[in-house]
Protein backbone atom coordinates (compact mmCIF):
# COMPACT_ATOMS: atom_id res chain seq x y z
CA UNK A 1 0.00 0.00 0.00
CA UNK A 2 1.25 3.74 -0.84
CA UNK A 3 1.82 5.76 1.81
CA UNK A 4 4.05 8.17 -0.14
CA UNK A 5 1.22 10.89 0.43
CA UNK A 6 1.95 11.05 4.28
CA UNK A 7 5.66 9.94 4.80
CA UNK A 8 6.83 10.28 1.47
CA UNK A 9 8.53 6.82 1.05
CA UNK A 10 6.32 4.48 -1.07
CA UNK A 11 6.43 1.01 -0.03
CA UNK A 12 5.19 -2.07 -1.54
CA UNK A 13 2.23 -3.51 -1.71
CA UNK A 14 1.15 -5.71 1.04
CA UNK A 15 -1.41 -8.43 1.77
CA UNK A 16 -3.46 -6.39 4.31
CA UNK A 17 -6.74 -4.75 3.76
CA UNK A 18 -6.84 -0.58 2.88
CA UNK A 19 -9.16 -0.03 5.51
CA UNK A 20 -7.69 -2.26 8.59
CA UNK A 21 -4.38 -0.40 7.28
CA UNK A 22 -5.34 2.95 7.45
CA UNK A 23 -7.95 2.52 10.44
CA UNK A 24 -4.44 1.02 12.11
CA UNK A 25 -2.70 4.28 11.26
CA UNK A 26 -5.59 6.54 11.88
CA UNK A 27 -5.07 7.55 15.50
CA UNK A 28 -1.08 7.48 14.94
CA UNK A 29 -1.68 10.67 12.51
CA UNK A 30 -5.07 12.19 14.62
CA UNK A 31 -2.72 14.97 16.48
CA UNK A 32 -1.68 16.31 13.03
CA UNK A 33 -4.29 18.22 11.70
CA UNK A 34 -2.24 19.27 8.60
CA UNK A 35 -2.09 15.30 7.85
CA UNK A 36 -5.40 14.61 7.82
CA UNK A 37 -7.34 17.59 6.99
CA UNK A 38 -8.68 19.39 3.66
CA UNK A 39 -10.92 22.53 3.18
CA UNK A 40 -14.28 20.82 2.30
CA UNK A 41 -15.66 24.15 1.01
CA UNK A 42 -18.50 22.91 -1.92
CA UNK A 43 -19.51 25.36 -4.72
CA UNK A 44 -22.46 26.71 -3.96
CA UNK A 45 -24.14 26.74 -7.76
CA UNK A 46 -28.01 27.43 -8.70
CA UNK A 47 -29.14 23.91 -10.42
CA UNK A 48 -31.28 25.30 -12.58
CA UNK A 49 -32.50 23.58 -15.93
CA UNK A 50 -31.19 25.64 -17.91
CA UNK A 51 -27.46 24.60 -16.22
CA UNK A 52 -28.05 21.43 -16.25
CA UNK A 53 -28.79 21.10 -19.51
CA UNK A 54 -25.57 22.84 -20.85
CA UNK A 55 -23.74 20.42 -18.31
CA UNK A 56 -24.81 17.44 -20.14
CA UNK A 57 -24.59 18.98 -23.26
CA UNK A 58 -20.54 20.02 -22.86
CA UNK A 59 -20.07 16.53 -21.57
CA UNK A 60 -21.82 14.68 -24.31
CA UNK A 61 -19.69 16.94 -26.94
CA UNK A 62 -16.09 16.84 -25.47
CA UNK A 63 -16.54 13.00 -24.83
CA UNK A 64 -17.67 12.24 -28.43
CA UNK A 65 -15.73 14.70 -29.90
CA UNK A 66 -12.67 13.20 -27.99
CA UNK A 67 -13.46 9.91 -29.50
CA UNK A 68 -13.24 10.63 -33.09
CA UNK A 69 -10.36 12.86 -33.06
CA UNK A 70 -7.65 11.11 -30.85
CA UNK A 71 -4.63 11.44 -33.36
CA UNK A 72 -4.96 15.32 -33.35
CA UNK A 73 -3.01 17.03 -30.18
CA UNK A 74 -4.79 19.72 -28.44
CA UNK A 75 -3.33 22.70 -30.57
CA UNK A 76 -4.98 20.83 -33.70
CA UNK A 77 -8.09 20.32 -32.50
CA UNK A 78 -9.00 23.34 -30.80
CA UNK A 79 -8.94 24.84 -34.54
CA UNK A 80 -10.90 21.82 -36.07
CA UNK A 81 -13.50 22.30 -33.24
CA UNK A 82 -14.01 25.69 -32.61
CA UNK A 83 -13.71 25.94 -36.59
CA UNK A 84 -16.94 23.79 -37.28
CA UNK A 85 -19.01 25.42 -34.19
CA UNK A 86 -18.48 28.97 -35.84
CA UNK A 87 -20.01 27.31 -39.22
CA UNK A 88 -23.01 26.01 -37.36
CA UNK A 89 -23.74 29.10 -35.29
CA UNK A 90 -23.42 31.45 -38.43
CA UNK A 91 -25.19 28.74 -40.41
CA UNK A 92 -28.06 28.40 -38.19
CA UNK A 93 -28.49 32.02 -37.63
CA UNK A 94 -28.48 32.46 -40.75
CA UNK A 95 -31.18 29.57 -40.82
CA UNK A 96 -33.11 31.04 -38.61
CA UNK A 97 -33.16 34.70 -40.03
CA UNK A 98 -34.37 33.14 -43.51
CA UNK A 99 -37.38 31.65 -41.51
CA UNK A 100 -38.46 34.52 -40.15
CA UNK A 101 -38.26 36.17 -43.46
CA UNK A 102 -40.42 33.53 -45.31
CA UNK A 103 -42.97 34.43 -42.78
CA UNK A 104 -42.98 37.90 -43.34
CA UNK A 105 -42.77 37.41 -47.34
CA UNK A 106 -46.21 35.80 -46.56
CA UNK A 107 -47.78 38.11 -44.01
CA UNK A 108 -50.46 40.53 -45.92
CA UNK A 109 -49.53 42.85 -42.73
CA UNK A 110 -45.58 43.06 -42.97
CA UNK A 111 -44.21 45.66 -45.27
CA UNK A 112 -42.30 42.73 -46.87
CA UNK A 113 -45.62 41.11 -48.28
CA UNK A 114 -45.83 39.18 -51.51
CA UNK A 115 -49.31 38.89 -52.81
CA UNK A 116 -49.87 35.96 -53.97
CA UNK A 117 -52.51 37.10 -56.33
CA UNK A 118 -49.77 38.87 -58.65
CA UNK A 119 -48.26 35.53 -59.81
CA UNK A 120 -49.14 32.54 -61.36
CA UNK A 121 -48.83 29.66 -58.23
CA UNK A 122 -45.16 28.57 -59.88
CA UNK A 123 -43.94 31.74 -60.41
CA UNK A 124 -44.96 32.83 -56.31
CA UNK A 125 -42.74 30.09 -55.34
CA UNK A 126 -39.81 30.92 -57.54
CA UNK A 127 -40.41 34.58 -56.25
CA UNK A 128 -40.02 34.00 -52.59
CA UNK A 129 -37.42 31.38 -52.92
CA UNK A 130 -35.40 34.65 -55.16
CA UNK A 131 -36.11 36.66 -52.11
CA UNK A 132 -34.99 34.73 -49.47
CA UNK A 133 -31.72 34.77 -50.99
CA UNK A 134 -31.45 38.75 -51.57
CA UNK A 135 -28.42 39.48 -48.59
CA UNK A 136 -30.19 43.06 -47.97
CA UNK A 137 -32.69 41.32 -45.90
CA UNK A 138 -29.63 39.89 -43.80
CA UNK A 139 -27.47 42.42 -43.30
CA UNK A 140 -30.55 44.79 -42.16
CA UNK A 141 -30.87 41.98 -38.80
CA UNK A 142 -26.79 42.12 -38.62
CA UNK A 143 -27.45 38.57 -39.95
CA UNK A 144 -23.87 36.86 -41.47
CA UNK A 145 -24.35 36.53 -44.95
CA UNK A 146 -24.00 32.46 -45.68
CA UNK A 147 -23.48 31.52 -49.13
CA UNK A 148 -25.03 28.06 -50.57
CA UNK A 149 -21.61 25.85 -50.52
CA UNK A 150 -21.15 27.44 -46.19
CA UNK A 151 -25.27 25.93 -45.20
CA UNK A 152 -24.62 23.35 -42.55
CA UNK A 153 -27.04 21.15 -43.99
CA UNK A 154 -24.74 21.25 -47.06
CA UNK A 155 -21.87 19.99 -45.19
CA UNK A 156 -24.00 17.62 -43.57
CA UNK A 157 -25.52 16.16 -46.77
CA UNK A 158 -22.25 15.85 -48.88
CA UNK A 159 -19.32 14.95 -46.40
CA UNK A 160 -19.76 11.16 -47.40
CA UNK A 161 -20.04 11.74 -50.75
CA UNK A 162 -16.97 14.00 -51.05
CA UNK A 163 -14.72 11.44 -49.75
CA UNK A 164 -11.90 10.56 -52.60
CA UNK A 165 -13.04 13.47 -54.22
CA UNK A 166 -16.56 14.47 -56.13
CA UNK A 167 -18.02 17.19 -58.37
CA UNK A 168 -20.90 19.23 -56.33
CA UNK A 169 -23.11 21.28 -58.06
CA UNK A 170 -24.74 24.50 -56.16
CA UNK A 171 -27.30 27.52 -56.94
CA UNK A 172 -25.77 30.74 -56.26
CA UNK A 173 -27.69 33.43 -54.87
CA UNK A 174 -28.45 34.95 -58.46
CA UNK A 175 -30.05 31.42 -58.96
CA UNK A 176 -27.35 30.52 -61.71
CA UNK A 177 -26.33 26.77 -61.27
CA UNK A 178 -22.27 26.10 -60.10
CA UNK A 179 -19.84 23.04 -59.87
CA UNK A 180 -17.46 22.62 -57.14
CA UNK A 181 -14.84 20.38 -57.29
CA UNK A 182 -14.05 18.98 -53.95
CA UNK A 183 -11.07 16.82 -53.38
CA UNK A 184 -11.79 15.80 -49.51
CA UNK A 185 -13.77 16.45 -46.31
CA UNK A 186 -10.86 18.88 -45.13
CA UNK A 187 -11.95 20.83 -48.19
CA UNK A 188 -14.91 20.79 -48.01
CA UNK A 189 -15.13 22.66 -44.66
CA UNK A 190 -12.29 25.05 -46.11
CA UNK A 191 -14.45 25.71 -49.18
CA UNK A 192 -17.56 26.80 -46.82
CA UNK A 193 -14.60 29.36 -44.89
CA UNK A 194 -13.45 30.83 -47.75
CA UNK A 195 -17.12 31.26 -48.93
CA UNK A 196 -18.12 33.37 -45.40
CA UNK A 197 -15.24 35.08 -45.25
CA UNK A 198 -15.11 36.44 -49.07
CA UNK A 199 -18.85 37.38 -48.62
CA UNK A 200 -18.58 38.73 -45.21
CA UNK A 201 -15.66 41.70 -45.25
CA UNK A 202 -15.51 41.46 -41.61
CA UNK A 203 -14.06 38.40 -41.13
CA UNK A 204 -11.42 38.73 -43.41
CA UNK A 205 -8.27 36.99 -42.04
CA UNK A 206 -10.45 35.52 -39.16
CA UNK A 207 -11.30 31.81 -40.32
CA UNK A 208 -8.53 29.41 -39.94
CA UNK A 209 -9.01 27.32 -42.95
CA UNK A 210 -6.50 24.91 -42.81
CA UNK A 211 -8.64 21.62 -42.72
CA UNK A 212 -7.25 20.60 -46.08
CA UNK A 213 -3.85 19.99 -44.75
CA UNK A 214 -5.24 18.13 -41.43
CA UNK A 215 -3.72 14.18 -41.39
CA UNK A 216 -6.38 12.41 -40.36
CA UNK A 217 -9.17 10.43 -41.61
CA UNK A 218 -11.25 11.97 -43.63
CA UNK A 219 -14.21 9.95 -42.69
CA UNK A 220 -13.66 11.16 -38.43
CA UNK A 221 -13.63 14.49 -39.89
CA UNK A 222 -17.01 13.74 -41.65
CA UNK A 223 -18.19 11.87 -38.38
CA UNK A 224 -17.30 15.44 -36.71
CA UNK A 225 -19.35 17.49 -38.61
CA UNK A 226 -22.04 14.73 -37.82
CA UNK A 227 -21.74 15.56 -33.95
CA UNK A 228 -21.66 19.37 -33.97
CA UNK A 229 -24.98 18.82 -35.97
CA UNK A 230 -26.69 17.59 -32.80
CA UNK A 231 -25.78 20.31 -30.57
CA UNK A 232 -29.75 20.93 -30.07
CA UNK A 233 -31.34 24.51 -30.48
CA UNK A 234 -34.87 24.08 -29.29
CA UNK A 235 -34.49 25.14 -25.66
CA UNK A 236 -37.06 26.45 -24.14
CA UNK A 237 -35.08 29.89 -22.40
CA UNK A 238 -31.81 29.16 -24.61
CA UNK A 239 -31.64 30.30 -27.81
CA UNK A 240 -28.97 29.25 -30.20
CA UNK A 241 -26.33 32.32 -29.67
CA UNK A 242 -26.69 31.15 -25.68
CA UNK A 243 -25.82 27.63 -26.55
CA UNK A 244 -22.99 27.90 -29.15
CA UNK A 245 -21.47 30.95 -26.58
CA UNK A 246 -21.69 28.39 -24.02
CA UNK A 247 -20.36 25.67 -25.90
CA UNK A 248 -17.58 27.63 -27.20
CA UNK A 249 -16.28 29.09 -23.98
CA UNK A 250 -16.59 25.40 -22.42
CA UNK A 251 -14.19 24.39 -25.27
CA UNK A 252 -11.21 26.78 -24.86
CA UNK A 253 -11.40 25.73 -21.48
CA UNK A 254 -11.08 22.31 -21.76
CA UNK A 255 -8.35 22.80 -24.69
CA UNK A 256 -6.62 25.04 -22.27
CA UNK A 257 -6.30 22.40 -19.78
CA UNK A 258 -5.34 20.21 -22.82
CA UNK A 259 -2.42 22.02 -23.51
CA UNK A 260 -1.12 22.60 -20.24
CA UNK A 261 1.70 25.75 -20.31
CA UNK A 262 0.34 26.85 -23.60
CA UNK A 263 -2.98 26.95 -23.09
CA UNK A 264 -2.69 29.40 -20.67
CA UNK A 265 -1.54 31.73 -24.02
CA UNK A 266 -5.19 31.83 -24.97
CA UNK A 267 -7.34 31.37 -22.12
CA UNK A 268 -7.48 32.75 -18.41
CA UNK A 269 -9.58 31.33 -15.91
CA UNK A 270 -13.40 32.36 -15.77
CA UNK A 271 -13.64 33.07 -12.39
CA UNK A 272 -10.22 35.25 -12.16
CA UNK A 273 -11.98 37.11 -15.32
CA UNK A 274 -15.33 37.40 -13.79
CA UNK A 275 -14.00 38.90 -10.67
CA UNK A 276 -12.14 41.56 -12.34
CA UNK A 277 -15.25 42.06 -14.95
CA UNK A 278 -17.43 42.05 -11.64
CA UNK A 279 -15.06 44.78 -9.58
CA UNK A 280 -14.63 47.19 -12.35
CA UNK A 281 -18.10 46.95 -13.53
CA UNK A 282 -17.66 48.01 -17.68
CA UNK A 283 -21.48 49.41 -17.87
CA UNK A 284 -20.92 52.14 -20.81
CA UNK A 285 -17.33 53.28 -22.94
CA UNK A 286 -14.53 51.54 -24.36
CA UNK A 287 -13.65 48.43 -22.79
CA UNK A 288 -9.64 47.70 -23.80
CA UNK A 289 -7.46 44.79 -23.56
CA UNK A 290 -3.87 44.51 -25.17
CA UNK A 291 -3.10 41.18 -24.92
CA UNK A 292 -6.98 39.79 -25.12
CA UNK A 293 -5.89 35.88 -25.65
CA UNK A 294 -9.28 34.37 -27.13
CA UNK A 295 -11.24 37.96 -25.86
CA UNK A 296 -12.26 36.35 -22.29
CA UNK A 297 -12.53 39.83 -20.93
CA UNK A 298 -14.91 40.94 -23.21
CA UNK A 299 -17.21 37.85 -23.47
CA UNK A 300 -17.34 38.20 -19.13
CA UNK A 301 -18.12 41.90 -19.40
CA UNK A 302 -20.72 41.41 -21.78
CA UNK A 303 -22.41 38.64 -19.94
CA UNK A 304 -21.90 41.18 -16.32
CA UNK A 305 -24.14 44.03 -18.89
CA UNK A 306 -26.57 41.66 -19.70
CA UNK A 307 -27.22 40.32 -16.05
CA UNK A 308 -28.00 43.65 -14.79
CA UNK A 309 -29.99 44.79 -17.85
CA UNK A 310 -27.17 47.13 -18.98
CA UNK A 311 -27.12 47.54 -22.52
CA UNK A 312 -24.18 45.93 -24.89
CA UNK A 313 -24.71 48.82 -27.42
CA UNK A 314 -23.66 51.31 -24.75
CA UNK A 315 -19.89 49.46 -24.82
CA UNK A 316 -16.89 49.53 -27.67
CA UNK A 317 -14.67 46.70 -27.67
CA UNK A 318 -10.85 47.37 -28.83
CA UNK A 319 -8.03 44.42 -28.63
CA UNK A 320 -4.89 43.30 -29.17
CA UNK A 321 -3.06 39.92 -30.02
CA UNK A 322 -0.18 38.70 -31.69
CA UNK A 323 -0.69 35.07 -31.88
CA UNK A 324 -2.38 35.03 -35.21
CA UNK A 325 -4.41 31.74 -34.41
CA UNK A 326 -5.15 33.22 -31.29
CA UNK A 327 -6.54 36.32 -32.46
CA UNK A 328 -8.91 34.22 -35.10
CA UNK A 329 -10.25 32.73 -31.54
CA UNK A 330 -10.83 35.78 -30.31
CA UNK A 331 -12.76 37.03 -33.72
CA UNK A 332 -14.60 34.22 -34.06
CA UNK A 333 -15.67 34.41 -30.25
CA UNK A 334 -17.11 37.82 -31.07
CA UNK A 335 -18.85 36.59 -33.87
CA UNK A 336 -20.76 34.23 -31.97
CA UNK A 337 -22.50 36.74 -29.79
CA UNK A 338 -22.65 39.47 -31.79
CA UNK A 339 -20.62 41.87 -30.14
CA UNK A 340 -18.62 44.24 -32.31
CA UNK A 341 -15.20 44.77 -32.07
CA UNK A 342 -11.83 46.09 -33.05
CA UNK A 343 -9.14 44.17 -33.19
CA UNK A 344 -6.44 46.38 -35.26
CA UNK A 345 -6.00 45.40 -38.70
CA UNK A 346 -3.80 42.40 -38.21
CA UNK A 347 -2.42 40.46 -35.30
CA UNK A 348 0.74 42.30 -34.12
CA UNK A 349 3.24 43.08 -30.83
CA UNK A 350 1.57 45.01 -28.76
CA UNK A 351 5.30 46.74 -27.81
CA UNK A 352 6.27 47.49 -31.22
CA UNK A 353 2.69 47.87 -33.93
CA UNK A 354 0.50 48.89 -31.28
CA UNK A 355 -2.99 48.66 -33.13
CA UNK A 356 -4.95 51.51 -30.97
CA UNK A 357 -2.22 54.29 -30.52
CA UNK A 358 -4.75 56.60 -30.46
CA UNK A 359 -7.20 54.87 -27.47
CA UNK A 360 -7.96 56.20 -24.51
CA UNK A 361 -10.53 53.50 -22.79
CA UNK A 362 -12.30 53.36 -19.88
CA UNK A 363 -11.95 50.43 -18.78
CA UNK A 364 -8.48 48.50 -19.39
CA UNK A 365 -8.22 44.75 -18.52
CA UNK A 366 -5.80 41.86 -19.15
CA UNK A 367 -3.92 39.10 -17.93
CA UNK A 368 -0.08 39.38 -20.08
CA UNK A 369 2.23 37.02 -19.53
CA UNK A 370 4.21 36.86 -16.44
CA UNK A 371 7.73 37.78 -16.33
CA UNK A 372 7.89 38.42 -20.11
CA UNK A 373 11.63 38.45 -20.71
CA UNK A 374 13.38 39.84 -24.04
CA UNK A 375 10.09 42.03 -24.71
CA UNK A 376 11.62 45.27 -25.78
CA UNK A 377 13.49 44.42 -29.42
CA UNK A 378 12.37 47.48 -31.75
CA UNK A 379 11.23 49.30 -29.22
CA UNK A 380 12.25 53.02 -28.44
CA UNK A 381 13.53 53.96 -24.67
CA UNK A 382 11.94 57.32 -25.49
CA UNK A 383 9.09 55.60 -25.95
CA UNK A 384 6.20 57.53 -24.71
CA UNK A 385 4.30 55.12 -22.48
CA UNK A 386 7.15 55.10 -20.03
CA UNK A 387 6.06 58.10 -18.33
CA UNK A 388 7.04 56.37 -14.87
CA UNK A 389 10.19 54.96 -15.94
CA UNK A 390 12.04 52.65 -18.29
CA UNK A 391 10.30 48.74 -17.82
CA UNK A 392 13.69 46.61 -17.44
CA UNK A 393 14.15 44.41 -20.32
CA UNK A 394 14.01 40.92 -18.08
CA UNK A 395 10.99 41.88 -17.21
CA UNK A 396 7.44 43.14 -19.07
CA UNK A 397 5.59 43.37 -15.66
CA UNK A 398 5.86 47.34 -15.74
CA UNK A 399 5.69 47.72 -19.58
CA UNK A 400 2.22 46.38 -19.51
CA UNK A 401 1.05 48.38 -16.77
CA UNK A 402 2.43 51.30 -17.95
CA UNK A 403 1.10 50.60 -21.30
CA UNK A 404 -2.67 50.05 -20.06
CA UNK A 405 -2.19 53.27 -18.16
CA UNK A 406 -1.14 55.41 -21.31
CA UNK A 407 -4.43 54.00 -22.86
CA UNK A 408 -6.56 54.55 -19.92
CA UNK A 409 -9.06 57.25 -19.94
CA UNK A 410 -9.05 60.77 -17.82
CA UNK A 411 -11.60 58.84 -15.81
CA UNK A 412 -10.44 55.33 -16.53
CA UNK A 413 -9.67 52.47 -14.29
CA UNK A 414 -7.13 49.30 -15.06
CA UNK A 415 -7.44 45.81 -13.82
CA UNK A 416 -4.16 43.88 -14.42
CA UNK A 417 -3.25 40.27 -13.57
CA UNK A 418 0.67 40.26 -12.42
CA UNK A 419 2.74 37.71 -10.71
CA UNK A 420 3.54 38.65 -7.23
CA UNK A 421 6.93 39.59 -8.00
CA UNK A 422 5.74 43.10 -8.96
CA UNK A 423 4.39 44.01 -5.60
CA UNK A 424 7.77 44.05 -4.26
CA UNK A 425 10.94 43.68 -6.84
CA UNK A 426 13.32 46.84 -6.36
CA UNK A 427 15.02 45.29 -9.49
CA UNK A 428 16.36 47.35 -12.18
CA UNK A 429 14.07 49.66 -11.42
CA UNK A 430 11.13 48.53 -10.96
CA UNK A 431 10.81 49.42 -7.56
CA UNK A 432 11.58 52.89 -8.69
CA UNK A 433 8.51 52.42 -11.20
CA UNK A 434 6.29 51.29 -8.76
CA UNK A 435 6.92 54.05 -6.27
CA UNK A 436 6.56 56.46 -8.74
CA UNK A 437 2.86 55.16 -9.41
CA UNK A 438 1.89 55.57 -5.81
CA UNK A 439 3.18 58.66 -5.25
CA UNK A 440 1.09 59.88 -8.53
CA UNK A 441 -1.80 58.33 -6.54
CA UNK A 442 -2.77 55.76 -9.34
CA UNK A 443 -3.21 53.17 -7.35
CA UNK A 444 -6.56 51.88 -6.16
CA UNK A 445 -6.34 48.35 -4.91
CA UNK A 446 -4.28 45.40 -4.53
CA UNK A 447 -5.70 41.81 -4.39
CA UNK A 448 -2.96 38.93 -3.29
CA UNK A 449 -5.27 35.30 -5.24
CA UNK A 450 -4.40 31.96 -3.59
CA UNK A 451 -1.79 29.44 -5.79
CA UNK A 452 -3.46 27.14 -8.11
CA UNK A 453 -5.83 29.11 -10.37
CA UNK A 454 -4.43 29.14 -13.52
CA UNK A 455 -3.49 25.79 -15.99
CA UNK A 456 -0.14 27.10 -17.37
CA UNK A 457 1.59 28.28 -14.26
CA UNK A 458 2.21 27.51 -10.60
CA UNK A 459 3.42 31.28 -10.55
CA UNK A 460 1.68 33.15 -7.52
CA UNK A 461 -0.69 36.12 -9.30
CA UNK A 462 -2.25 38.98 -7.81
CA UNK A 463 -4.54 41.34 -9.57
CA UNK A 464 -4.08 45.59 -9.72
CA UNK A 465 -6.39 47.57 -10.17
CA UNK A 466 -5.57 51.44 -10.96
CA UNK A 467 -7.55 54.65 -11.48
CA UNK A 468 -6.53 58.06 -12.98
CA UNK A 469 -9.49 59.87 -10.82
CA UNK A 470 -9.85 58.66 -7.13
CA UNK A 471 -11.88 61.71 -6.52
CA UNK A 472 -15.15 61.74 -5.98
CA UNK A 473 -17.72 60.82 -9.02
CA UNK A 474 -20.29 59.04 -9.97
CA UNK A 475 -18.50 55.81 -12.04
CA UNK A 476 -20.45 54.34 -15.45
CA UNK A 477 -22.05 52.18 -12.98
CA UNK A 478 -24.22 54.83 -11.30
CA UNK A 479 -22.42 54.30 -8.26
CA UNK A 480 -21.47 57.34 -5.81
CA UNK A 481 -17.54 56.79 -5.47
CA UNK A 482 -16.52 58.99 -2.51
CA UNK A 483 -13.04 60.54 -2.05
CA UNK A 484 -10.40 58.18 -2.09
CA UNK A 485 -7.40 60.02 -2.51
CA UNK A 486 -4.35 59.25 -0.64
CA UNK A 487 -5.79 55.70 0.23
CA UNK A 488 -5.33 51.98 -0.82
CA UNK A 489 -7.08 48.91 -0.43
CA UNK A 490 -5.17 45.77 -0.08
CA UNK A 491 -7.34 42.40 0.22
CA UNK A 492 -5.71 39.50 0.41
CA UNK A 493 -7.48 36.50 -0.63
CA UNK A 494 -4.82 33.53 -0.66
CA UNK A 495 -7.25 31.72 1.67
CA UNK A 496 -10.06 31.67 -0.54
CA UNK A 497 -11.38 29.33 -3.13
CA UNK A 498 -11.74 25.48 -3.28
CA UNK A 499 -10.05 22.91 -5.01
CA UNK A 500 -12.24 21.97 -8.06
CA UNK A 501 -9.89 18.88 -8.90
CA UNK A 502 -6.44 17.75 -7.38
CA UNK A 503 -4.68 20.40 -9.63
CA UNK A 504 -6.39 23.81 -10.06
CA UNK A 505 -8.01 25.85 -7.40
CA UNK A 506 -11.37 28.33 -8.21
CA UNK A 507 -13.11 31.03 -6.28
CA UNK A 508 -17.38 29.83 -5.48
CA UNK A 509 -19.89 32.74 -6.38
CA UNK A 510 -19.71 33.83 -2.52
CA UNK A 511 -15.70 34.01 -2.67
CA UNK A 512 -16.17 36.48 -5.80
CA UNK A 513 -19.36 38.40 -4.18
CA UNK A 514 -17.15 38.91 -0.94
CA UNK A 515 -14.41 40.65 -2.63
CA UNK A 516 -16.10 42.44 -4.96
CA UNK A 517 -18.46 43.60 -2.27
CA UNK A 518 -15.36 44.64 -0.02
CA UNK A 519 -14.11 46.92 -2.94
CA UNK A 520 -17.29 48.43 -3.80
CA UNK A 521 -18.23 49.47 -0.40
CA UNK A 522 -14.67 50.82 0.18
CA UNK A 523 -15.07 52.97 -2.54
CA UNK A 524 -19.05 54.53 -1.66
CA UNK A 525 -18.06 54.89 2.26
CA UNK A 526 -20.40 57.20 3.32
CA UNK A 527 -21.96 58.09 0.09
CA UNK A 528 -25.50 58.79 -1.03
CA UNK A 529 -28.22 55.77 0.65
CA UNK A 530 -30.38 55.91 -2.76
CA UNK A 531 -27.71 55.13 -5.25
CA UNK A 532 -29.31 53.43 -8.50
CA UNK A 533 -26.81 51.54 -9.43
CA UNK A 534 -27.41 50.13 -13.26
CA UNK A 535 -29.66 46.92 -13.03
CA UNK A 536 -30.00 46.97 -9.40
CA UNK A 537 -31.76 49.76 -7.06
CA UNK A 538 -29.81 50.33 -3.96
CA UNK A 539 -32.85 51.72 -1.20
CA UNK A 540 -30.47 51.84 1.18
CA UNK A 541 -27.02 52.64 1.78
CA UNK A 542 -23.81 50.12 0.83
CA UNK A 543 -22.76 48.23 3.54
CA UNK A 544 -19.99 50.18 6.13
CA UNK A 545 -16.68 49.03 4.79
CA UNK A 546 -13.96 48.09 8.09
CA UNK A 547 -10.95 46.74 8.21
CA UNK A 548 -10.87 42.67 8.83
CA UNK A 549 -7.72 41.69 10.06
CA UNK A 550 -5.98 38.65 7.97
CA UNK A 551 -8.35 40.14 4.50
CA UNK A 552 -8.36 43.13 4.40
CA UNK A 553 -6.91 46.73 5.14
CA UNK A 554 -7.25 50.22 3.62
CA UNK A 555 -3.81 52.22 3.95
CA UNK A 556 -2.73 55.65 3.54
CA UNK A 557 0.36 56.81 1.66
CA UNK A 558 2.07 57.13 4.58
CA UNK A 559 1.56 53.92 5.62
CA UNK A 560 3.03 52.21 2.06
CA UNK A 561 5.43 54.66 2.54
CA UNK A 562 7.11 53.16 5.28
CA UNK A 563 6.95 49.47 3.93
CA UNK A 564 9.44 50.86 1.03
CA UNK A 565 6.67 50.93 -1.41
CA UNK A 566 6.22 47.26 -1.15
CA UNK A 567 2.11 46.31 -2.14
CA UNK A 568 2.36 42.79 -0.65
CA UNK A 569 -1.07 42.64 0.84
CA UNK A 570 -0.18 40.65 3.74
CA UNK A 571 2.19 43.56 4.66
CA UNK A 572 -0.62 45.81 5.79
CA UNK A 573 -3.60 43.05 6.57
CA UNK A 574 -1.76 41.31 9.21
CA UNK A 575 -2.85 37.98 10.87
CA UNK A 576 -5.92 36.98 11.02
CA UNK A 577 -7.78 37.48 14.98
CA UNK A 578 -8.09 33.94 16.19
CA UNK A 579 -11.32 33.38 18.46
CA UNK A 580 -10.40 32.80 22.04
CA UNK A 581 -12.38 29.77 23.21
CA UNK A 582 -11.77 30.43 26.59
CA UNK A 583 -9.62 27.63 27.88
CA UNK A 584 -6.17 28.19 29.69
CA UNK A 585 -2.90 27.88 28.13
CA UNK A 586 -1.71 25.80 30.77
CA UNK A 587 -4.82 23.63 30.90
CA UNK A 588 -4.79 23.57 27.11
CA UNK A 589 -1.13 22.18 26.75
CA UNK A 590 -1.52 19.82 29.60
CA UNK A 591 -4.53 18.22 27.70
CA UNK A 592 -2.71 18.37 24.30
CA UNK A 593 0.38 16.99 25.86
CA UNK A 594 -1.73 14.06 28.02
CA UNK A 595 -3.27 13.12 24.40
CA UNK A 596 -0.24 13.15 22.57
CA UNK A 597 1.34 10.83 24.84
CA UNK A 598 -1.76 8.36 24.90
CA UNK A 599 -0.85 8.84 20.82
CA UNK A 600 2.88 7.57 20.84
CA UNK A 601 1.78 4.88 23.13
CA UNK A 602 -1.12 3.52 20.78
CA UNK A 603 1.43 4.31 17.74
CA UNK A 604 3.51 2.14 19.61
CA UNK A 605 1.42 -1.15 19.66
CA UNK A 606 0.48 -1.08 16.46
CA UNK A 607 4.20 -0.57 14.74
CA UNK A 608 4.48 -3.98 17.04
CA UNK A 609 1.37 -5.33 15.66
CA UNK A 610 2.12 -4.68 12.03
CA UNK A 611 5.88 -6.22 12.19
CA UNK A 612 3.92 -9.15 14.14
CA UNK A 613 1.80 -9.50 10.77
CA UNK A 614 4.81 -8.70 8.23
CA UNK A 615 6.89 -11.51 10.24
CA UNK A 616 4.06 -13.78 9.61
CA UNK A 617 4.01 -13.12 6.23
CA UNK A 618 7.52 -13.73 5.87
CA UNK A 619 8.76 -10.59 5.94
CA UNK A 620 11.26 -8.74 8.71
CA UNK A 621 11.13 -5.25 9.51
Not at 43 to 54: D, I, M, P, R
Not at 146 to 175: C, H, M, Y
Request: proline share 4%.
Amino acid sequence: YEISSVTGVQTCALPISKSHFLLGLSPLFGFLPAFNRRSKMTKTVLQTEEQTFLDSLEKKLWTSANKLLPSLDASQYKHVMLGLVFIKYVSDAFDLRRKELKAQLTNPDHEYFLDPDDFEDEEYQQEIEAELEVRDYYLETNTFWVPSQARWQFLQDNNKTVIGGAELSIKEADGNPKTLKISSVGHLIDSALEAIEADNPKLKGVLNKRYTQLQIDQSKLGELIDLVATIPFDHASLNSKDILGHVYEYMLGQFALAEGKKGGQFYTPKSIVTLIVQMMEPFKGRVYDPAMGSGGFFVQSEKFIGEHQGKIGDVSIYGQEANHTTWQLAAMNMVIRGIDFNFGKQPASTYTHNQHPDLRADFVMANPPFNMKEWDTGVDENDPRWQYGKPPSGNANFAWLQHMLYHTAPNGSLGLLLANGSMSSNTSGEGVIRQKLIENDLVECMVALPGQLFTNTQIPACIWFLTKNKGARTAASGRKLRDRKGEVLFIDARQMGYMKDRVLRDFTDDDLKHICDTFHNWQTEGQDSAQQIVGRDLSRQEAAYENIAGYCKSAKLEEIQKHDYVLTPGRYVGAAEEEDDGEPFADKMARLTSTLKDQFEESSRLEAEIKTNLAGLGFDV
